[in-house]
């Protein structure tokens, strides 16, 4: 890869040298470079975050009016510019990435089309800073005719290289992972300790930065600048259909997509004789891409040469080594509880799915949560976890209230969960699932490599741990439901827990795999992680746990050792009650 | 104080017919959680037709909208069985991108067919108005608002009163429940579908008599339609009237008491402060997302 | 699989190369060369925003190629027009000319429509040292950049658009004079320094300026902001409008039943048919605008471009043809008169001489920018007639005041 990319890229530096005067070339390539530095930016957020911008090119037109402006109120070349254009942006994206980072799905995507159109209407109408809709004209370049274009080619190829190896570390380091688990599934990052909102922000950021610096360059390229030619929702929707064509989420899809749509756009434009039919070609493109190759060109691609290779779903007789387990305090008898939760009440409309439940769970126990379907078990889960949004009643961890804490903040105090239905990132190998939780978090975590040596020697100790040594490289999607089970369990031992709660973990598993997960949490208990188990398996549970809470419409109706629990009237009431209604 | 009045009463009658053209938009979101962005270009698809038909036969426009209602229904039920149907298990970003691909597409076909030119209906009435005391109520508003209201209101009938109507808002709830007792998701979600492309036939035909339109001025509307319902709170039809009020509201306020440049400004402001206080919009809800037990 | 993408990459490097190739040996004409043909050419926004006025200007430069060949070429050889399609997009349009000079190797250029683009092209161009004659680009700042190579084919730059609704205000009598008037216009690079030119001069002249606002490109609610200007019944109203504004305004003006005594808009008027059908045909009555030209000026070679227009594309001829056609105009008068094509020698002609055309007669300052007046035209009894100035004008009469709407 690095050496076929090396090939292409010593061709394009010798290009200008071999025809120094083929000045149109020069000018197609530049802004195919232009486009690709765009959208290998628009990849950070949009493709490893999967939070896709519409409005991208507002960084372009950002970092040009800032060239533009001080260019002339400072009479400096814009290019001197060009890394406080940058800066620029990425200040812009911090402000309004604090706001539209909030909201999740379509409503980012309306509110980055927004932008872009708020900065057209900022450009026009601010005309004492931006000259508003007459635009701002700069000094023509300062080299001679007989260089055309070749230093802005230059220029656009370098900012491309840099902005490739930016995202291409980025992809490699925590920070990128996060961006990608974040990507799959937000609320499960969170649960795993990544700090989303703070991952989000940054990755915005980053996602600027070179497109900011690229539009101090284009100011000087175009010599001219206006709201509509600078923030242009065409422009925006031309960095996604690259990004989208190459493959959005791989780190060269960007790069060839960007290639293919400018040569495209330039190939219709010489030959196709300016027939009205450009904009109806450009449509049905997007929509037969979305349709039909939804994934883009490279990957494609690659499916269609890659092997297909079965991947074995039972792994039963792997050897059962003694179990150990990590744990952030060494153990100690204690007699305050670990876990308290006091009069919780959480409603969803009309509904109250927890109805003030107060219940403790005693350090090193493992207690366990039963009641009916709908009984609020999950929701309280949530509660619990910080994924469950506002409620009332108190949450205290060890001693300290956490119910106004973010979920990766209690992950990292040492609450971790498993899901009911398996959360897995299903793009990401067994091993990057495994390293993906973060204990703790701190700048430096951002920079360092996603999966280093001492990480994925622990990761792969906590395969091997569950079973699943052998599968480290396999997409997490591969793996039975079991076995996916398994693998969440180890990624909730990364964190190093103090508490874990599982939810179902017997649910829909292989009988051998529910001893092996049992087998789990029992050698966890002896290291003194403290369990909360909601599980439908009743014997498995009176055979686990002591104590036992049962849950019944939101409110507990009987706790207390096993043995009582099986003889309680209330209990085999509401287990029957569900049975017969 | 006449003037307050008059600026209050061009507001309302306005944001009666954003509040249609936004009515399906937020409809279909709310139901399958798909952002429509060509809802614009419909619009102005369906402009285009009306003002042919008028232009032929010499109908009046807005009850040209009893034609291109149910035929934007069938070709919005059409274009949902086709096309959009394949994007519904794919990310909403993604269902957003191919609705963009097809209004790209209505305008390139537009341009195609019936050229870059601005258009507009003339019926006699255009240009007169009513005059209640000493405000002026121009007669095209006052149709055009009184026909949204009669189409909002028959799709509040059709939603509350009907056993369609029901299931489209039960899908809209809890979309496994209604699974469950015998709703066919794929029917409900091809009828909101069709809906929401037959709010866009009433508010195009309205449109044509209303403003000059070409076919690059989906970008416009889209963009108003689109602000309104994340003001509104997306999927939620009161939201959509609300922030559709507020939106003509805004714009005849400021452009009478300040200037018209900054219309867009305030109403952009309004938005960003009322995310900043409610993420989720003015009505918007947050359902129970882990409603699977 | 990292293989295959490496593949994949070389596999697009090939196809960029093939690419590239194919387009240079596509490249025509070599420049110079005694008897081929003189290659000519231009990039329009045939499609996307400006495609309107794009697909006009085409028209009036094919026009104008077929008339020169007819009449023998220029410099005895003749004209082929390279006309290529930058889409409304600045990008595009850098890459064409850059195109067109670097590669096709053209030996005259003709300019693009609409000051956005000619910014861009204009500095392709002058990098380049070839002379660039634009039928369109009226925005002030295009002049202030110190070009050597720009020609504006208009008689004037925007702030002079209306100085003939000026000229003829001054010129009514004391009593019978405007005595306030309102100013709105869209916040367009060319609409709006006429208007707020027209604005200051009428001030100069005594109006009483009683309001002025500014609306963006996009508004389509007319109501509030026409209610607000009339509320002080300004007996002159001026608008500065692209079209489809225009429009909005005279129905909302109707709607609130207000009729000035003059009413002034810039370019909407100017749309024929489209205006008329617009605004309700019995409603153009006395509307003044301002014009570049008109198919009923007496300027020489005007009625055969109209009667050529009209055969051709079976319509009324429109403004942005004829500007299209004079800035033809102006490189054959250049061209014949330089008797070479010398881009240096042209441009310092063309700055020294009057050029006649069918928009009248056309001279430039050193930078470019046109010395001459536009026309006022009126509409009246459902047709344009021009009012001012005398050589162009088709009659004596101007409808004043304006009559109420029908």
Redesign the interface.
């Known amino acids: 890869m690095r050496w076929g990319a090396a090939v292409v890229l010593a061709a394009l530096v010798a290009f200008p040298f071999v025809v120094p005067d083929a000045t149109y070339e020069h000018t197609v390539m530049l802004l195919a470079f232009l486009v690709a530095i765009q959208a290998i930016s628009w990849n950070i957020i949009?493709g490893f975050a999967?939070y896709?911008s519409?409005g991208h090119s507002v960084f372009l037109g950002i970092g040009a009016y800032t060239a533009g402006i001080l260019s002339v109120e400072w009479d400096v070349n814009p290019l001197v510019l060009a890394p406080l254009s940058g800066v620029v942006a990425v200040v812009v994206a911090l402000f309004v990435g604090s706001?539209v980072l909030?909201?999740k799905?379509?409503?980012f995507?309306?509110?980055t089309?927004?932008m872009l159109?708020?900065f057209q209407?900022?450009a026009?109408?601010l005309p004492a800073v931006t000259n508003g809709s007459d635009g701002i004209t700069l000094e023509l370049p300062t080299w001679g005719r007989d260089v055309g274009n070749i230093p802005f080619y230059f220029m656009f190829l370098g900012l491309m290289v840099l902005a490739f190896g930016f995202s291409a570390w980025i992809r490699r380091t925590k920070f990128g992972t996060g961006l990608v688990a974040i990507r799959e599934d937000e609320g499960k990052a969170a649960a795993i300790g990544i700090p989303t909102t703070l991952y989000k922000s940054l990755a915005y950021a980053a996602s600027a930065f070179f497109v900011g610096v690229a539009g101090a360059v284009y100011a000087y390229f175009l010599t001219f600048l206006n709201p509509l030619g600078a923030f242009n929702?065409l422009s925006s929707?031309t960095i996604?259909l690259a990004a989208?064509v190459g493959g959005k989420g791989t780190l060269w899809g960007p790069v060839v997509g960007a290639f293919v749509v400018s040569f495209a756009g330039e190939a219709a434009t010489v030959y196709g004789g300016g027939s009205?039919?450009?904009?109806?070609?450009?449509?049905?493109?997007?929509?037969v891409i979305?349709?039909f190759l939804?994934d883009g060109l490279l990957p494609a691609v690659r499916r269609l040469f890659a092997k297909r290779h079965e991947v074995e779903h039972t792994d039963h007789t792997a050897a059962r080594r003694p179990v150990t387990i990590v744990t952030r305090a060494p153990a100690e008898p204690r007699t305050d509880p670990l876990l308290e939760v006091r009069n919780a009440r959480k409603a969803?409309?009309g509904?109250t799915?927890v109805d003030g439940v107060s219940l403790t769970v005693p350090t090193g126990s493992v207690t366990a949560l039963i009641g009916p379907?709908?009984s609020g078990?999950?929701?309280l889960f949530?509660l619990v976890t910080g994924t469950?949004?506002a409620h009332t009643g108190e949450i205290r961890f060890d001693g300290e209230r956490i119910d106004g804490l973010a979920p990766w903040a209690r992950a990292h105090r040492g609450i971790g969960r498993t899901f009911?239905?398996t959360r897995l990132f299903k793009g990401m190998t067994v091993l990057e699932n495994v390293v993906a939780p973060l204990a703790a978090f701190s700048p430096a975590v951002l920079a360092s490599g996603a999966v280093t040596g001492h990480e994925a020697d622990r990761a792969r100790e906590l395969l091997d741990l569950v079973g699943l040594g052998r599968f480290g490289a396999e997409p997490a999607g591969s793996l039975s439901y079991g076995q996916q089970k398994l693998v969440e369990l180890a990624q909730v031992m990364v964190l190093q827990p103090r508490l874990v709660l599982l939810d179902e973990p017997a649910g829909g598993v292989h009988p051998d795999l529910v001893d092996r997960i049992t087998g789990i949490v029992r050698a966890g208990a002896e290291q003194g992680i403290t369990f909360l188990v909601v599980e439908h398996d009743i014997p498995l549970v009176l055979d686990l746990c002591d104590p036992v809470f049962v849950l019944d419409r939101g409110k507990v109706i009987a706790s207390g050792p096993p043995g009582a629990i099986r003889e309680d009237p209330a209990v085999l009431g509401a287990y029957l009650g569900e049975v017969s209604g | 104080m006449t003037?307050a009045v008059?600026?209050v009463a061009?507001g309302v009658l306005?944001g009666g017919v954003y509040a249609l053209m936004a009515a399906g938009l937020t409809l279909v979101?709310g139901i399958m959680?798909i952002?429509n962005v060509a809802q614009g270009a419909f619009l102005v698809l369906v402009a285009m037709l009306t003002w042919k038909a008028w232009q032929v036969t010499g109908i009046d426009p807005i009850l040209l909208a009893l034609a291109t209602t149910p035929l934007m229904f069938g070709v919005g039920w059409v274009l949902y069985r086709l096309?959009v149907v394949?994007?519904r298990a794919?990310?909403?970003?993604?269902s957003?991108?191919?609705t963009?691909?097809?209004?790209?597409?209505?305008?390139?076909?537009l341009?195609?067919t019936a050229?870059?030119?601005?258009r507009?209906a003339?019926p006699p009435y255009?240009?007169?108005?009513f005059?209640i005391g000493s405000v002026?109520l121009?007669?095209?508003?006052v149709y055009g608002f009184l026909a949204a209201l009669l189409v909002l209101g028959l799709l509040y009938l059709v939603l509350n009163r009907t056993w369609t109507g029901r299931a489209i808002r039960a899908t809209a709830q809890n979309p496994s429940g209604a699974a469950l007792v015998g709703i066919s998701a794929s029917t409900v979600a091809a009828l909101s579908f069709a809906i929401g492309a037959a709010t866009a036939g009433t508010g195009g035909s309205i449109l044509a008599v209303?403003?000059?339109?070409?076919p690059?001025s989906h970008?416009?509307w889209i963009?108003k339609l689109?602000?309104i319902i994340?003001l509104g709170g997306?999927g939620s039809l009161r939201g959509a009237w609300v922030g559709a009020l507020i939106l003509g509201l805004a714009?005849?306020?400021t452009?009478?008491y300040g200037?018209?440049?900054?219309?867009?400004?305030v109403f952009?402001a309004v938005?960003?402060l009322v995310?900043?206080v409610r993420?989720h919009g003015l009505f918007g809800?947050?359902?129970?997302e882990?409603?699977?037990? | 699989m990292r293989e295959r993408s490496v593949r994949l990459r070389l596999r697009a490097l090939v196809a960029c190369a093939a690419l590239l190739v194919s387009a240079g040996c596509g490249g025509g004409g070599q420049a110079g060369g005694g008897g081929g043909p003189i290659l000519i050419g231009t990039s329009l926004p045939l499609?996307g925003?400006f495609?309107?006025p794009g697909?006009e200007a085409r028209r009036g430069y094919e026009i104008w190629r077929d008339r020169v060949n007819a009449a023998g070429g220029l410099l005895g050889r003749q004209v082929d027009l390279r006309v290529t399609d930058d889409a409304s997009n600045q990008d595009t349009i850098i890459a064409d000319y850059t195109k067109l000079i670097t590669q096709d190797k053209v030996d005259l250029l003709l300019g693009s429509f609409s000051s956005l683009l000619n910014y861009a092209a204009s500095a392709v161009a002058e990098r380049n040292q070839m002379l660039f004659v634009e039928p369109a680009g009226a925005a002030p700042n295009m002049f202030t950049r110190g070009f050597k190579m720009l020609f504006f084919a208009q008689p004037a730059t925007a702030p002079h658009h209306a100085d003939g609704v000026t000229e003829w205000v001054k010129s009514l009598p004391e009593a019978q004079r405007p005595r306030t008037a309102a100013f709105i216009t869209q916040?367009d690079p060319f609409t709006r320094p006429v208007i707020e030119s027209l604005q200051r001069q009428l001030e100069a002249a005594g109006l009483r300026t009683v309001h002025s606002?500014?609306?963006?490109a996009?508004?389509?609610?007319f109501?509030?902001?026409v209610?607000?200007a009339v509320?002080e019944s300004p007996d002159l109203f001026a608008q500065g409008a692209q079209?489809?504004d225009g429009?909005?305004a005279v129905?909302?003006l109707?709607?609130?039943?207000f009729s000035p005594k003059v009413f002034f808009q810039t370019n909407a008027p100017g749309n024929g048919n489209?205006y008329s059908?617009?605004v309700?045909k019995d409603?153009t009555e006395g509307v003044l605008y301002s014009t570049s030209w008109s198919e009923a000026a007496k300027t020489p070679v005007n009625a055969e471009f109209a009667q050529e227009y009209r055969k051709r594309f079976n319509g009324p001829p429109t403004e942005d043809a004829a500007d299209a056609f004079a800035a033809g105009q102006v490189l054959q008068e250049a061209v014949t008169k330089v008797g070479r094509i010398d881009q240096v020698a042209l441009a310092d002609w063309l700055r020294a001489n009057e050029v006649p055309t069918i928009l009248g007669p056309l001279r430039w300052a050193a930078n470019g920018e046109p010395q001459s007046s536009y026309m006022v035209a009126q509409w009246q009894n459902g047709k344009v007639e021009v009012v001012s100035p005398k050589p162009a004008a088709t009659t004596d009469r101007i409808v004043f005041p304006k009559p109420a709407?029908p």
Do not use: C, H
């Not at chain 1, 009205?276 to 450009?282: A, D, E, H, K, T």
């Not at chain 2, 050229?115 to 601005?118: E, T, V």
């Not at chain 2, 255009?126 to 108005?129: D, L, P, V």
């Open positions: 949009s999967g896709i519409l706001v909030r909201a799905g379509p409503a995507v309306i509110i089309i927004a159109l708020s209407v900022l026009v109408n929702i929707v996604v989208l009205q039919s450009r904009l109806l070609v450009f449509g049905l493109a997007l929509v979305v349709l939804p969803f409309g509904l799915a379907n709908g078990k999950t929701t949530n469950g949004g009911q239905l | 003037q008059q600026t061009l306005i979101f959680g952002v096309v394949r994007v794919s990310s909403p970003a993604m957003m991108l191919l963009f691909g097809i209004a790209l597409t209505i305008e390139g076909l341009n195609v050229g870059n030119y601005f507009s003339t255009f240009a007169q108005s005059t002026v121009p007669k095209a508003q209303l403003y000059p339109f070409f690059a970008y416009d963009a689109l602000g994340v997306m714009e005849t306020i452009a009478t200037s018209p440049r900054w219309s867009t400004v952009y938005i960003l995310l900043i993420p809800t947050r359902l129970r882990d409603a699977v037990a | 499609t925003q495609s309107q697909g916040d606002t500014v609306y963006p996009n508004t389509t609610n109501q509030p902001i209610s607000a509320a079209f489809e429009i909005g129905r909302a109707r709607q609130v039943g489209q059908d617009g309700g409603a709407w």
